[in-house]
Each structure stands twice: as structure tokens, then as C-alpha cells.
């Protein structure tokens, strides 16, 4: 697993998300393309986060950010997300392959059964990340871990994009 650098092109990505296919090369956001890994269904904490998502959406958009989630989980899991978390704006991208989480640097799991909640863990899934992207197709900025806890939350990112934009602030984290 390699970790994408700042200033450099990010893998492309491609997937079916409840509203029809997405590409990662078909946006054109204002500002950027904010990339929601989540871990799926089983993860009380990807649906507190997800909800947080989806009270602030309007407010990326104000910032000319263009914003997607996404998980491993089928179609199936994804529309009971969708449905029973309450995340109706989100548009929610389904069965990210093992692949496209390789090559966006995220680590994975192995399922573990049923969870606390008592929804089956998939057989492997990725923890979170979360990604921005520049129109260009270039990273500005991400965080990714091992773990669904202390996830950055949206207002501290939405007042980060703020400083960002005002000031023409430059990805930072390029030299390897």
C-alpha cells in the first residue's frame, strides 16, 4: 500500500452510486471533489458521520465542493444506509472493489461477523479516508485510518476550505 502524495494525480476512480454511474474525471467542482471512504452498514460510527455529511452538505456546495461517500457494500447495504441513516442528499457510491481501496492507500479488514449493532461485517472492507481533490485530478489533502474513531469532522473542514480558498493556501505533505 503507497500513500497518495499532495500535488500528484489521484488514482482515477470510477463506481455505481445510488443515482447512476460517477467518475472522479467527469466533476468539475468550483474548488474540489471531497471523497468519503466509509466503512459500510455494520458501522454506527460511518452513519453518525454520514449524518453529520448530510446536514452540512449545502454548505461544501457554497464552497463549490463537490462531495461523495463510498463503501464496499453492495448496492443492497447501501440503499438500507441510504434509507435508514437518514442521509438522503449524500449521493452514496456502492462495492468499491478491493482494487480501488488499494490504490487510494486505504487499509482494509477482515469482516468479523455480526457486529454490536447486529449487522453482518462483509468479508473485507476499507476503514475510512477522506480525500480532496482539485479539479486538476491532483490531491490536496487527505486522512485516512485504521479505525472509525476521531474522524476530521465537517465544520473543522469546512472552516479549514475557508482559510484554504481566501488565501490560495498550497496542498502541503509533497516531499516524500
Known amino acids: 500500500m503507497t500513500p497518495l502524495i499532495p500535488r500528484q494525480a489521484v488514482p482515477a476512480l470510477d463506481i455505481n452510486t445510488l443515482n447512476g454511474p460517477w467518475s472522479l474525471a467527469d466533476q468539475a467542482p468550483g474548488h474540489f471533489t471531497m471523497i468519503v471512504f466509509y466503512r459500510g452498514l455494520h458501522c454506527p460510527l460511518c452513519k453518525l458521520y454520514l449524518r453529520e455529511l448530510n446536514r452540512t452538505l449545502d454548505e461544501f456546495s457554497q464552497r463549490g465542493v463537490n462531495v461523495i ?3 464496499s457494500d453492495t448496492k443492497e447495504r447501501a440503499e438500507t444506509a441510504h434509507n435508514e441513516w437518514g442521509i438522503e442528499h449524500i449521493t452514496l457510491g456502492y462495492e468499491l472493489s478491493d482494487e480501488q481501496a488499494i490504490a487510494w492507500g486505504l487499509y482494509r479488514s477482515e469482516g468479523r461477523g455480526k457486529t454490536s449493532i447486529g449487522i453482518e ?10 480525500f480532496l481533490v482539485r479539479p486538476d ?8 485510518s485504521t479505525m472509525p474513531f476521531a474522524r476530521p469532522h465537517f465544520k473543522e473542514i469546512l472552516t479549514a476550505l475557508d482559510f484554504a480558498i481566501d488565501k490560495g493556501y498550497p496542498a502541503r505533505g509533497e516531499v516524500v
Open 69 to 71: 461517500a463510498l463503501s
Open 121 to 130: 461485517e462483509p468479508t473485507l472492507f476499507s476503514e475510512p479516508g477522506l
Open 137 to 144: 485530478g491532483t490531491l490536496y489533502w487527505s486522512q485516512v
